[in-house]
């Protein structure tokens, strides 16, 4: 037999996050060219080679740029904002990207770059808090100098360009060369 017990909610910035996340579902905006997946799979479709942001990926990073920005308040305006910002920011560093952006033979839509370019995206929210309305574009061309980058971020060699000691060291060292690149300085603790 069950007892009753009281029922746990989660804290109002965790309860944010999962308002982000599940903006991914639920707008079926497309990120890339394809359709969003089903909730079970991953959060967003990148690119036309089946290349996924993962859930819990993104979650993660959401979880950082929430915790760190202290909100006390999670509304759906809140997760909605958050979500406009995630979704163009990925449309402008495809742009910027160009072709590499979700070819098999780049490390522009794995993992640790994805990571590294999301904590990009909340250092340049903070920066440029200006209207939504032409923010890709705007930011597209921020981004612009990625492409330059191309080389660097191919498979081959990868690991060996951007040499760490494991994968939170390489986001960091990803964020700052990508952050440098574009001109955008890294938001301190707690002003994401």
Not at 82 to 90: G, H, I, N, S, T
Request: charged content about 35%; proline content about 5%; hydrophobic content about 40%.
């Amino acid at each position: 037999m069950v007892s009753s017990t009281s029922v746990a909610y989660p804290a109002e910035d965790l309860l944010e996050r999962v308002r982000v996340i599940s903006r991914f579902y639920a707008e079926g905006d497309r990120i890339a060219a394809e359709e969003v997946p089903p909730e079970d799979e991953v959060a967003a479709f990148i690119s036309k080679q089946e290349k996924w942001i993962l859930q819990a990926e993104l979650f993660n990073e959401l979880h950082r740029w929430v915790s760190d920005a202290k909100v006390t308040e999670a509304t759906q305006a809140q997760a909605r904002k958050r979500y406009e910002v995630v979704r163009d920011f990925l449309k402008a560093a495809e742009r910027a990207w160009g072709d590499a952006w979700g070819h098999p033979g780049y490390m522009v839509t794995r993992p640790v770059t994805l990571k590294a370019m999301l904590r990009v995206c909340f250092d340049l929210a903070k920066a440029d808090a200006g209207e939504p309305e032409d923010r890709v574009q705007r930011w597209a061309k921020r981004l612009a100098p990625w492409e330059e980058l191309q080389r660097d971020f191919r498979v081959e060699g990868f690991y060996e360009r951007f040499p760490a000691k494991g994968q939170v060291e390489r986001v960091a060292l990803l964020r700052r060369e990508l952050g440098r690149r574009a001109g955008i300085e890294p938001a301190r603790k707690n002003e994401a």
